[in-house]
């Protein structure tokens, strides 16, 4: 089955610093990775997916299949990053798109 | 470009109680997802529903149902709540073309006392 840890409940830096979220995932196949956003009193919202190769606020994560890992990463904490950050996998299991989100990291950037 | 909209925001039942939780889906949207979150957890699938069809569902038992309407608008129904149900429930709707781009509601709390 497959699983989505995020090892870290919190995280805190301060602003400025480099943030590194992580994530790690177990599946034999090839996946598909999205990191999740929800800022406080807003809903969930996608942040980014691994099949996009993009950067969304400064954000990037590089899908590493052999260390199974899909870290998120930004440079420069923002105070406007503080939010929980969830990890999730998207498989094709007979016709439909099951998502196994992780529990989530609260990032706290200190000002 | 209307969102995903749930309803109610909250509600709190007694233990063996049938709840109805409702969502309306963004527009265009032919998929919804069922999500339970326990406080401190990620979201938990429950189910997803096609073009008023179930076509998948994660280990939940079969007291959690649900429908989808002809205008893709959904419902989750519980029977026999038990005080683990306590969660906040979310669904999101996306489009079958890219089922993966998934917007969510703000979702139901339901307390079970």
């Known amino acids: 089955a497959q699983r989505v840890t995020q090892p870290e409940k919190l995280l805190s830096v301060f602003k400025g610093a480099p943030v590194e979220l992580k994530c790690n995932y177990s599946y034999s196949g090839s996946p598909e990775l999205f990191w999740y956003v929800q800022y406080s009193r807003q809903r969930l919202q996608l942040l980014l997916r691994?099949?996009s190769r993009e950067s969304i606020k400064g954000f990037t994560a590089d899908l590493n299949k052999g260390e199974t890992s899909f870290h998120l990463k930004k440079p420069f904490a923002q105070e406007e990053d503080s939010a929980m950050y969830y990890c999730?996998?998207?498989?094709?299991?007979?016709?439909?798109?099951?998502?196994?989100f992780g529990i989530g990291t609260k990032l706290q950037v200190i000002p | 470009e209307t969102g995903v909209t749930q309803s109610p925001t909250h509600l709190i039942k007694t233990r063996g109680q049938q709840v109805t939780l409702r969502c309306s889906s963004q527009?265009?949207?032919?998929?919804v997802s069922w999500y339970q979150q326990a406080l401190g957890q990620g979201p938990q699938f429950i189910f997803q529903y096609y073009r008023e069809e179930e076509n998948g569902r994660g280990n939940f038992p079969p007291r959690f149902s649900g429908l989808q309407f002809p205008n893709y608008s959904s419902e989750l129904n519980v029977n026999a709540l038990e005080l683990d149900d306590s969660a906040l429930y979310l669904c999101a709707s996306s489009h079958g073309l890219d089922p993966d781009t998934q917007y969510f509601g703000p979702g139901t709390r339901l307390t079970v006392l």
């Open positions: 999730a996998l998207s498989l094709n299991s007979g016709g439909y798109q099951k998502v196994t």
């Open positions: 527009s265009g949207h032919n998929t």
């Open positions: 691994h099949i």
